[in-house]
C-alpha cells in the first residue's frame, strides 16, 4: 500500500472556527465536503483533541473560511500550527461573527459559510460534523481557493521524502546533520535539505542561514530555534 496515492484526492485549506460563551477559535482542516444540495450540507473532520472540537459541540454551529491561494503561511501557521488553548488566534486577524454568532476571516479569504450541526460521528482521531449550511457568501470571489496540494507542493515547508531521494542519486555528500526546531509551529529546519522555497540550499548549516531567514511556516525569526 502506497498511502502518498492518497495525495491524488483533492483537499482544500480551510479554517474551520466556532464560538461558544464568549470563547472563540478555530483550526485549519483540510477534509471538508459538501455532501448534499437539498438542503445544502458539508461535513468536515476536525481533530478531536482541538480546542474548536468542544466550542462546536457545546454550541452546534460552525464556520468555514476558504482561505485563498495565496495566503500567507503565517497566518496558516496561526491556525494550523498553534494552538487556542495558549494564544487568542482571532485577535491576530481580521474577523467578523455570522449570523448564527461564530468567527469568520475578513482577509485572505475567497469566501464563507455557517452551519448548524445535524449529526457527528466519532472517527477515531477525528469528529465529522454533518452542518447543513444556514448562511454563505463570497468575501472575494476573485481570489482563486488554495488546495492542499498548492500548500504542500508549492508552498510548504516540509520536505518530502523524494528530497532525500534525489540527493542521494546526485552524490552528494551530506555531513550536515544538523536539525533544528521551530518552538512556535513545529517547523524542522534540516541542514540536510536546506529551505529552497526561501533560496536556501541543502547543506546549509543552520549557523550559515541568512539574518532576515524566518520560519517558512509561521514567520518567526531564527531565535525562535532549537537544535533537536
Ligand atoms: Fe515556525
Known sequence: MNLEALFALNCGMYVVASSY????????????????????????????????????EKSG?????????????QLVGL????????????????YFLGKTGVPVLRE????????????????????LFLGEVVETE?????????TYGYYRDVKGGKVPRTAATYQEKQGKAVEV?????CKVCGYIY???????????????????LPENWVCPICGVGKDQFERV
Open 190 to 208: 534540516d541542514e540536510r535539505f536546506g529551505d529552497p522555497d526561501s533560496g536556501v540550499q541543502p547543506g546549509t548549516p543552520f549557523e550559515k
Open 177 to 181: 546533520t544538523g536539525r533544528y526546531r
Open 61 to 73: 454551529f460552525f464556520s468555514v473560511s476558504v482561505l485563498e491561494k495565496e495566503a500567507p503561511l
Open 79 to 94: 491556525f494550523g500550527f498553534r494552538t487556542g488553548r495558549d494564544i487568542d488566534k482571532f485577535a491576530q486577524v481580521k
Open 21 to 56: 460563551e464568549g470563547k472563540m477559535n478555530g483550526l485549519i482542516i483540510n477534509a471538508l465536503v459538501q455532501v448534499t444540495a437539498f438542503p445544502p450540507q458539508v461535513v468536515a473532520s476536525v481533530n478531536k483533541e482541538s480546542l474548536t472540537v468542544s466550542l462546536i
Open 138 to 146: 463570497f468575501i472575494d470571489s476573485k481570489l482563486t481557493p488554495m
Open 108 to 127: 485572505h479569504v475567497v469566501a464563507y459559510l455557517e452551519a448548524r450541526v445535524v449529526a457527528k460521528l466519532d472517527a477515531g482521531t477525528h469528529m
